[in-house]
Every structure is written in C-alpha cells, then in structure tokens.
C-alpha cells in the first residue's frame, strides 16, 4: 500500500478544502469527562484468531444445562442470558471450559452492569462453593482436573484486563483464590507465582507511564507565552529538528504505538458508561469511567495537530510557510504508506485548521497534487468509504506480513471511538426482559480485539530521543495564538478579520 501522486494531476492553486471545518479531535459528551504450567492449561489463541468475520465465534461450547439455564441460544449461538447465568458461564469445571470469545466479551461487557470487582467476588463464590476448594479433603484427583481451568480463568483476565487490578479489591480476590489453588501441589504454586508476577510488571509499567504523562503535561506551556518571555529560546522549528519527511513519520509511529499500547479494551466500555436501569448503587457511574490512556491519546492527536499549524503559521516568510506546508504534505503521504493513519489524520486536520487555510497566498505556492490525493483518501462523505477501505488493506497486509513495518495498523482513532460510541447507543444492553443483549457484545468485543491484535505491534524503527523530544514537549499555540500569528502573516480580508486582529493584538500582545 503506496501512495503516490500521479503525473496526470495537475498542480492546482490554493482552494478551500471539504475539511476547511475540521477541528481536533471533539467526542460526543459521555466520553470526555474530564477526567504457567503450559501443557496442563488450555491455550489462547492471539486476538485476530477468535472472532471471525461474522463477528463472534461459532463453536460456543453448550451444555444441557446452559438450554435451561437463563441462556438463550439460537443456531448454537449465544444471543442473550441472564446476568446471573452469563457469570456461571464464565466459570470453569470439571468438564468445562468457556470458549476465549465469551471469556474477553464477556469481561469486556460485564463492567456496563457491575464493577469488575463485583464479578471477581462471584467468580470467586462459585469457584470455592462448587468446586470445593475451600475443602483440604476434597478429591484430589478432582482438584488436578479444575485448578489448571480456574488458574487459566485467572490468567486470561490479568493478561487481558491487567487494570482492573488497580484495585484492592479486585487485588484481594485474586490473591484468595490464587492462594487456594496454590496450596494444591508445587506445580500451581508457580504458576500462580508467574501469574502474579506478569501482573504486578505490568501495573508497575503503567505507573512508569503515567508518571512520565503527568511531568509533560505539567511542563507545557503556551508558545506564545514563552515567545514573549524567552523569545531566543524557541529559534528552531521541527525542519532543523528532522528535514527528513520519512524519519519525521517514523518517529510519529512510535509515539502513537507507545500510546495505543497502553489503552486497555475496558476503556472502550467504561468510555460510554452508563446507569444499569437495574442497579440502584448510584456511586458506582462515576468510579467506573476511567478512561486515562484513552483520552491521552485524543490529548496526543490534538496536540500533533496544533504543532502542525504553529508550525505552518509561525514562519515570517511565505516561501518558508510554503516549504513548511510541503513537507507535512511528505510526512503525511509516508504516514499513510506506513499504515499511520491517526497521524495522518492529525496532520491533515491541522493543515486545514482555519488559521492555515485563509493562508491564500502561502497556499498558492505549495504544489497541492499529492495533499488532493491524501484529502481523497481520508474523505468523510460516505462514512469515510475511502479511508475504511484502506484500514481493511492495511489490516490485510498485516494478517500476511512478513516484516514487523508491515503488520503496523494504526486507525483514525477517533472515527474507532465514533463507530463503538454509535454501537453503543444503538443497540439496547438489556432486552425488554431483563436479559443481557450478548448479541451486541459480540460485535462490540469483535471491534476492540482487532484494536487489541494492532496494539501489540512492536514499533520497527530506531528511536531519535531528541525529535521525540520535540515531538512531545515543544510548546504550541493555542488557538487564539495561531489566528494571531495567521492575520501577521497575511492580514486580514474583511471586518470581521480586522476586528478580531485588533482584539487578539489587544489581548495577546499588549498592543492597540
């Protein structure tokens, strides 16, 4: 998947773009607010093998007992169930083992209807009550045969979901049932340890980033501010950083794959939380809308925008503005090539940020063939039929790649949010009676596991610690700034422009 302009095109003038409107990234309201002994165990296939392509995996495993039982099958396939009976269908006995598709939807899905570590205490219950692990006389024969099954259960949830464990509580459980498994034979003993182990490694890893989060975001600063301030400590624009397009392009894929790494499936969920008609705890809304590393992620699109436009409005000299355009133009077209399309996304709608876009005569120097051909590709009418038809090619080639470079997918992420937010509320939870609507988690965890197979591609390039740098802590304007720095550049066209110029040199700048 290449993108190259074509020779037919001809070079155009400056023309008002279909995403002229297009602002940073703006989610509908309920998202932003503010904010082992492997032999033994049965096995988890990767993200992209558990679901196929009619969205849920057919071979669902059904007892005699799960026909009566509160679920409701129709061709073999799950449709809905009662609450109750779907956390019975999580767990494991001696003749049972829920398929890798119910365990992720349904501990994808469970959070909209009880806290993870509700589901944890009655994991529990069930596993100590039915099991009878809480009975030292207990078969042993029958011990070897279910604790590899809970201790696989186990395993697949702290994997997978390693945040829920974030709390105490969840923690608690875990460590209880953990210890009764591990107090079988030696074997489990240190399975239980490795588990535990890869667990607390990976909420240590989150913390690490957090941290390093919170110190650049409490380190930024307003360009225009530290302008004015210390005028001779911002000289060096993102060219004398990287003048290469392709390095510039490969060092905004590690940052995007470093910050989709981290978001966990629940944020998905818990982005579009909302009361259970069924649950009276009010408290519970709020504690489970946590959303951190997901709205880092917008936080990051809206800053690479922004960065793009103060560097395009920051130039003095039009040829200058004009190379500067160009060269986005490049790190956009290598971005797509890549399979980049956040960045890509990102840097398109900075260019097209109105600040920019009234730039007519820097525009009318930039040859615009190629950015014509990378607006055509990211298209939003027919749904954005075009990009979605690119997403499926990249996703192809990763399925097939035969270098890591070619397994990079990294969707427009925004548009992913949109497509699981509109899911969401188009499609009941519960039925009218009362029973869970699987057939909707179905579909919605067959969206987040392919997100979950293209988070966990290993970036191929070498990292450069000072574009990086750059990249993450450079100040931008905001927007007020960058209409600023815009009527400087080319003044204004009409009062309006003229008007808002005077208040914004007023405000700004100290000046009449």
Same mark, same amino acid.
């Given at each position: 998947?290449?993108?190259?302009?074509?020779?037919?095109?001809?070079?155009?003038?400056?023309?008002?773009? /279909?995403?002229?409107?297009?602002?940073?990234?703006?989610?509908?309201?309920?998202?932003?607010?503010?904010? &082992?002994?492997?032999?033994?165990?049965?096995?988890?296939? #990767?993200?992209?093998?558990?679901?196929?392509?009619?969205?849920?995996?057919?071979?669902?495993?059904? %007892?005699?007992?799960?026909?009566?039982?509160?679920?409701?099958?129709?061709?073999?396939?799950?449709?809905?169930?009662?609450?109750?009976?779907?956390?019975?269908?999580?767990? #494991?006995?001696?003749?049972?083992?829920?398929?890798?598709?119910? &365990?992720?939807?349904?501990?994808?899905?469970?959070?909209?209807?009880?806290?993870?570590?509700?589901?944890?205490?009655?994991?529990?219950?069930?596993?100590?009550?039915?099991?009878?692990?809480?009975?030292?006389?207990?078969?042993?024969?029958?011990?070897?045969?279910?604790? #590899?099954?809970?201790?696989?259960?186990?395993?697949?949830?702290?994997?997978?979901?390693?945040?829920?464990?974030?709390?105490?509580?969840?923690?608690?459980?875990?460590?209880?049932? $953990?210890?009764?498994?591990?107090?079988?034979?030696?074997?489990?003993?240190?399975?239980?340890?490795? /588990?535990?182990?890869?667990?607390?490694?990976?909420?240590? +890893?989150?913390?690490?980033?957090? *941290?390093?989060?919170?110190?650049?975001?409490?380190?930024?600063?307003?360009?225009?501010?530290?302008?004015?301030?210390?005028?001779?400590?911002?000289?060096?624009?993102?060219?004398?950083?990287?003048?290469?397009?392709?390095?510039?392009?490969?060092?905004?894929?590690?940052? *995007?794959?470093?910050?989709?790494?981290?978001?966990?499936?629940?944020?998905?969920?818990?982005?579009?939380?909302?009361?259970?008609?069924?649950?009276?705890?009010? @408290?519970?809304?709020?504690?489970?809308?946590?959303?951190?590393?997901?709205?880092?992620?917008?936080?990051?699109?809206?800053?690479?925008?922004?960065?793009? $436009?103060? *560097?395009?409005?920051?130039?003095?000299?039009?040829?200058?503005?004009?190379?500067?355009?160009?060269?986005?133009?490049?790190?956009?077209?290598?971005?797509?090539?890549?399979?980049?399309?956040?960045?890509? /996304?990102?840097?398109? %709608?900075?260019?097209?940020?109105?600040?920019?876009?009234?730039?007519?005569?820097?525009?009318?120097?930039?040859?615009? !063939?190629?950015?014509?051909?990378?607006?055509?590709? /990211?298209?939003?009418?027919?749904?954005?039929?075009?990009?979605?038809?690119?997403?499926?090619?990249?996703?192809?080639?990763?399925?097939? $790649?035969?270098?890591?470079?070619?397994?990079?997918? &990294?969707?427009?992420?925004?548009?992913?949010?949109?497509?699981?937010?509109?899911?969401?509320?188009?499609?009941?939870?519960?039925?009218?009676?009362?029973?869970?609507?699987?057939?909707?988690?179905?579909?919605? !965890?067959?969206?987040?596991?392919?997100?979950?197979?293209?988070?966990?591609?290993?970036?191929?390039?070498?990292?450069?610690?000072?574009?990086?740098?750059?990249?993450? +802590?450079? #100040?931008?304007? @905001?927007?007020?700034?960058?209409?600023? $720095?815009?009527?400087?550049?080319?003044?204004?066209?009409?009062?309006?422009?003229?008007?808002?110029?005077?208040?914004?040199?007023? +405000?700004?700048?100290?000046?009449?």
């Amino acid at each position: 998947m290449v993108l190259k302009a074509k020779s037919e095109i001809k070079e155009q003038q400056w023309k008002p773009s /279909m995403y002229s409107n297009i602002t940073p990234v703006c989610f509908p309201s309920p998202l932003i607010e503010k904010p &082992i002994g492997k032999e033994s165990m049965p096995q988890t296939p #990767p993200f992209s093998a558990m679901f196929d392509s009619s969205g849920y995996n057919r071979n669902l495993y059904q %007892s005699a007992e799960d026909s009566c039982g509160g679920l409701y099958y129709h061709d073999n396939n799950l449709l809905s169930g009662s609450l109750e009976a779907l956390i019975q269908h999580l767990v #494991p006995n001696v003749d049972y083992y829920p398929d890798r598709t119910y &365990i992720f939807t349904f501990l994808l899905s469970s959070r909209l209807f009880m806290h993870p570590y509700e589901l944890m205490a009655k994991v529990c219950h069930l596993c100590v009550e039915h099991q009878q692990l809480s009975d030292p006389d207990s078969d042993k024969n029958q011990m070897r045969k279910i604790a #590899p099954k809970i201790l696989q259960l186990l395993t697949e949830w702290t994997e997978t979901f390693p945040y829920d464990f974030r709390d105490e509580r969840m923690m608690r459980n875990l460590k209880d049932l $953990a210890h009764r498994i591990a107090s079988g034979e030696e074997t489990y003993r240190k399975n239980v340890q490795q /588990m535990m182990q890869c667990l607390i490694r990976k909420l240590a +890893t989150l913390s690490q980033y957090e *941290e390093v989060l919170a110190k650049i975001s409490s380190t930024s600063t307003d360009r225009l501010t530290v302008l004015k301030t210390k005028p001779q400590s911002i000289q060096r624009d993102i060219i004398t950083i990287c003048n290469d397009p392709y390095t510039l392009a490969q060092q905004l894929t590690h940052i *995007e794959l470093e910050r989709l790494n981290y978001i966990g499936p629940e944020e998905f969920v818990q982005a579009f939380v909302q009361k259970d008609p069924l649950d009276n705890d009010k @408290s519970c809304y709020s504690e489970r809308k946590k959303t951190r590393n997901l709205e880092a992620y917008v936080e990051w699109f809206n800053r690479l925008s922004y960065l793009v $436009a103060t *560097e395009i409005c920051m130039p003095v000299k039009k040829k200058h503005r004009a190379r500067m355009i160009e060269y986005f133009i490049d790190v956009a077209r290598e971005c797509f090539n890549i399979g980049n399309f956040n960045s890509l /996304m990102a840097i398109i %709608s900075g260019m097209n940020m109105s600040p920019v876009s009234r730039l007519k005569k820097t525009w009318a120097k930039v040859k615009t !063939a190629k950015f014509d051909i990378l607006e055509h590709q /990211m298209d939003p009418s027919s749904n954005f039929y075009n990009y979605r038809t690119a997403l499926r090619g990249a996703a192809q080639r990763s399925l097939t $790649a035969h270098s890591s470079r070619e397994k990079i997918v &990294i969707p427009f992420f925004s548009l992913l949010i949109k497509d699981i937010y509109f899911l969401n509320e188009g499609c009941a939870n519960r039925l009218p009676n009362g029973h869970v609507n699987f057939e909707k988690f179905w579909e919605l !965890a067959k969206q987040v596991s392919e997100f979950m197979t293209w988070k966990q591609v290993e970036c191929p390039f070498e990292r450069d610690r000072k574009i990086l740098q750059y990249l993450l +802590t450079v #100040p931008v304007f @905001s927007e007020d700034a960058l209409y600023l $720095a815009s009527y400087e550049s080319e003044g204004p066209e009409n009062h309006i422009e003229k008007d808002r110029w005077k208040s914004l040199r007023s +405000t700004l700048l100290g000046r009449v």
